[in-house]
Every structure is written in C-alpha cells, then in structure tokens.
C-alpha cells in the first residue's frame, strides 16, 4: 500500500468495560493500512481473552504485571516501531470513541514534513460532545513554565480550526513518527504516571521535532477514568512529576527560584487545604509527592539552594 503503516496502541489496565467503543470506533475508521493493538497492562479482569473473542482481528500484546503508562506504553512501542517496522504509532487511552477520519487526518499532517514528530487533534467531553476538553497546551506563566489546557471547557464554534504547530499537547491520542522513536526511545518509566507526555515532547524538541495540531481529528474522551480525576494516586504523581520534569530539563537559576515558588504554592497550600478539610489522605499524598521529587532530585544532583 502507498499509505504509511500506523499502529493504534490502545493501552488499558482492567479496563475491559471501556474498551467496546475505543476499538470499535478505531475499526471503523476510514484509512486502510493500519492495526489495532491492545495492551492488555498486566489486568486480572479477563480482558485479553475479551479482546481476542470479540475482535479477531485485534492483536493483544500482554505484560506480565502492570507496567505503568509509560511503561506500559514504551512495551506497546517497541513491538510496533522494532518489530512490526510502522511507519507511525497512534498512542490513545482506552476511554475515548474516535471520529472516523482520526487515523488519515493526522497522518495527512505528519506527512507534510519529516520534522514532524508529533500530530495530535481535538479532544471533546464525552458527556459533553460539543466541550472542549483541550486542543493542545498553552502557555499560562512564562516565569515558571507553566501550562493549562487551551480550549478548555469551551463549547467549539470553530476557535481552534487551524492546522498549526503547538510547543505542548496532551497525550489522550498522539501520532508518533517512527523516527522520533528511534532518536528519543519513547517515555521515561521515571514519570510512569504524570508529566510523561511534557518530558518526552521536550526531548523531542531538542532532536528538533515538531508537534503540530490538526482541528479534523476529533475525539471524545471519558477523562481520568482509570486513575480517578482527584484521586491521592493522581495528586501523588501530579506533585512529584511536575516537579521532576523541571528539575530534569531546566537550569540553575530556574531551579532556585521554581522550587522556593512550588514549595510554597504547590506543596504546603494544598497540604494544608486538603488537612485543614479533613482530607488527610489527600494531604498525605502531596507530602509524599514533594519528597519523592526532592529525593530524585537529590540523586541526580539537581538540587541547587
């Protein structure tokens, strides 16, 4: 076939509730060569032999334990990229229903440039069809690096309708050249949950890659469904690797003053919110996050006072 070969890489950990509409809205999309691939995260709830009943022709490529997103996915990407030579892998979350064109749309802007290593698209609510939930990042405080959703819980009339390059997106569904893959390796297990995305699209761009966004490829997301949207799992990994990944890739001078700042806006104002709330669990986690952070931190030499 002329079109480029791409992997869908569907990652789910005890989530064969969800899977129905994932795959099925992928099958049906509107582009001939590609495959479906599920990675069955080490689940104990039947689904790889779900999988392999319902969908003959889904592959279900397994792990022996749950490896973590990053983990899990970087599994998924070696089989596509090292052994099944794609020329593109499609990473997306196993709670999302995809529009038919999803697989052509964003591989019709990856090809217009061999730089670019990244395509991702509008996500939508699920509940809410026509609410943006993101269209990439956007930059929200230059000083200390950081950034919010752009586009978020607006309905869409058309207001991100260009195809243009973004500095950061969102990992919901991401096209992935094969070439980046080979140059990066995929994710860093240190972020197995969290900021995995943010790391590996900034050591893209040091390899000189681009992510661009396209508005015609569209998908509606359930949102935070397999690891809770407030949940301590989630506030752990949300204190610990958005820390992480500026002490990995920013200097000195950022470090000094982002971690007097973040200590005292993301660590101890939660911790003390979320006690003084009875929420101690919550509190709890944040502390642990933080010390987590400050101890890799500490063995990588990049904490500077």
């Known amino acids: 076939m002329d079109q480029p070969k791409v992997i869908v890489l569907i990652l789910s950990y005890n989530g064969k509730g969800l899977l129905d509409e994932a ?36 592959f279900v490529l397994r792990t022996q334990k749950n490896l973590g997103y990053s983990g899990g996915f970087n599994f998924g990407l070696d089989y596509a990229f090292n052994q099944m030579q794609s020329d593109y892998v499609l990473i997306t979350n196993n709670d999302v229903k995809v529009d038919k064109r999803v697989i052509s749309e964003l591989v019709k802007v990856a090809e217009t440039d061999t730089k670019i290593g990244f ?41 991100f309708n260009t195809i243009e390059e973004l500095q950061f997106a969102d990992d919901i569904f991401m096209l992935v050249r ?17 900021s995995e995305q943010f790391d590996w699209q900034i050591r893209s761009k040091k390899e000189n890659f681009k992510l ?17 949207k407030s949940s301590p799992f989630k506030v752990f990994y ?10 990995k890739h920013r200097d000195k001078e950022f470090i000094r003053s982002f971690s007097r700042w973040y200590l005292r806006k993301q660590v101890l104002k939660p911790f003390i919110k979320n ?31």
Do not use: C
Not at 48 to 58: F, G, N
Not at 180 to 188: C, H, P
Not at 212 to 221: C, G, L, S
């Open 212 to 228: 661009f966004y396209t508005p015609h490829a569209k998908i509606w997301h359930k949102d935070s469904i397999t690891i809770g």
């Open 238 to 247: 949300n204190t610990r690797n958005s820390y992480i990944v500026r002490l």
């Open 119 to 159: 395509v991702t698209g509008k996500v939508y609510y699920y509940n809410h069809p026509t609410i943006l939930q993101t269209t990439g990042y956007e930059l929200k405080d230059e000083k200390y690096w950081l950034f919010g959703h752009r586009g978020a819980q607006q309905k869409d009339m058309g207001q």
């Open 178 to 194: 094969g070439d980046l893959y080979y140059r990066t390796r995929g994710y860093d297990v240190n972020f197995e949950f969290q």
């Open 275 to 305: 006690f003084f709330n009875f929420r101690f669990h919550m509190a709890l986690m944040v502390l642990r996050g933080y010390l987590s952070a400050l101890s890799w931190g500490i063995r990588n030499k990049r904490i500077y006072f």
């Open 23 to 58: 795959i099925e809205s992928y099958l049906n999309n509107a582009y001939e060569n590609f495959e479906v691939v599920v990675i069955d995260n080490g689940s104990t709830d039947g689904s790889e032999a779900y999988v392999k009943e319902r969908w003959p022709e889904v």
